[in-house]
């Protein structure tokens, strides 16, 4: 055979997540190779439901805008697909919560650690629509309510209402 024939097949993938208040769609391409070359293209929505409050804000890797008296602290912001994902559900829980880092998506130089314990209520500091805190280093004296949103088994997101409490 002296040309070779190539078969290109598109499949597009839809996962809906049910968790309201706000929707975001993620799309990828994978393009493989086998015995004719194959493209998947995958589509993810996620409704949020159950969010104690109409209009929400979410942490994000925005970092450096934000200061506290000891540095970075975590900025919030309306776009949901820039929301940081937390990969820690299991640790958020214990007594000594989960500590990580976030890096500035724009300036790698930026970053603070941040400590959240999820599930948690009952904080002095936490109000009433919260269901998680957290501290972090450059308020490190602070400890502030949230709401964390499963978003898989093993991650979460965290929100607030827009605009966040002051």
Request: a negative charge.
């Amino acid at each position: 055979m002296s040309g070779s024939y190539l078969k290109r097949t598109t499949a597009m993938v839809l996962l809906v997540i049910g968790v309201a208040g706000a929707s975001s769609i993620a799309t990828s391409s994978l393009v493989g190779r086998f015995i004719s070359p194959v493209t998947i293209t995958e589509t993810m929505t996620t409704n949020l439901i159950g969010i104690p409050f109409n209009s929400s804000v979410y942490l994000s890797s925005d970092v450096g805008s934000c200061k506290g008296p000891a540095g970075y602290v975590p900025c919030f912001g309306g776009n949901f697909s820039q929301a940081e994902v937390f990969n820690c559900m299991n640790t958020a829980s214990l007594p000594a919560g989960c500590t990580t880092s976030v890096v500035s998506s724009s300036n790698p130089q930026n970053y603070f650690q941040i400590t959240f314990w999820y599930p948690y209520v009952g904080h002095s500091n936490e109000t009433s629509w919260a269901n998680c805190i957290y501290k972090d280093s450059g308020d490190p004296g602070n400890y502030y309510g949230a709401y964390c949103i499963p978003i898989s088994a093993t991650a979460f997101i965290v929100t607030e209402p827009a605009p966040p409490p002051l």
